[in-house]
């Protein structure tokens, strides 16, 4: 079955502590992001890569780090988490993000709580 | 910068009733634009994705429509029912993916 898969699902942290939210696709897609969800801001993206190795901010990349070093795994990774980071985390990846056919799927979500 | 409006943001209707969703960017320049649905505290869900070049796409009792010269989108939901409750996203693809606030739609028995 064609999915995005996201490791842990819920997580609640102490600030600080360094953690990492793993993303997974098993489409062969070129094209991955994260996203970030808050009430009344909605989605704003906070990485995206195009390809392995190649990996660019999006609009809200402050406290966040990201690696591209195989095609399938796009984690994310916060090196010291603090209490603005609380919130809906969504990983998505798509075949391509210049053609206008490609549709983007996204993982199920991480709730992650920041104290 | 590409900006998404999703008005309303909140409708509530009765069931059976035909609704329309609208979306709106500012940026012509997209590859496509896609409509999502989220349950509370759940994940996306695309509903339907329409091409730049393409005027309209329909699925089941949904039905999208583009019109890219005035940055306008919508979605049409025919014969709502309860289980149609959720937000709904439009999210436009340039070099990268812009989502609008939603719309929260309700619709009673």
């Known amino acids: 079955e064609a999915q995005v898969t996201q490791n842990p699902r819920y997580l609640i942290t102490v600030t600080g502590k360094k953690l990492t939210v793993t993303c997974s696709q098993n489409?062969?897609?070129?094209?991955m992001s994260w996203y970030r969800q808050d009430p009344g801001l909605g989605l704003r993206q906070i990485y995206y890569?195009?390809?392995?190795?190649?990996?660019d901010k999006g609009d809200v990349p402050e406290g966040y780090k990201v690696s591209r070093k195989e095609k399938r795994n796009f984690p994310l990774i916060l090196e010291s988490p603090s209490p603005n980071q609380t919130s809906l985390y969504f990983c998505a990846s798509s075949l391509s993000m210049t053609e206008s056919s490609y549709e983007q799927y996204f993982g199920p979500g991480t709730r992650l709580t920041v104290t | 910068k590409q900006e998404v409006t999703q008005i309303p943001a909140a409708l509530s209707v009765p069931e059976g009733e035909n609704l329309v969703l609208n979306c709106s960017f500012t940026d012509s320049a997209i590859y496509n634009l896609q409509w999502f649905r989220q349950d509370p505290g759940k994940g996306l869900t695309s509903l339907l994705l329409i091409q730049s070049s393409q005027r309209e796409q329909t699925s089941g009792r949904l039905n999208a429509s583009l019109d890219k010269s005035s940055g306008r989108s919508t979605l049409y939901i025919a014969a709502s029912q309860p289980g149609d409750s959720a937000t709904y996203l439009c999210?436009?693809?340039?070099?990268?993916?812009?989502f609008g606030a939603g719309t929260r739609l309700t619709v009673k028995p």
């Open positions: 489409m062969n897609h070129e094209y």
């Open positions: 999210a436009v693809s340039g070099w990268d993916m812009r």
């Open positions: 890569s195009m390809n392995v190795e190649v990996t």
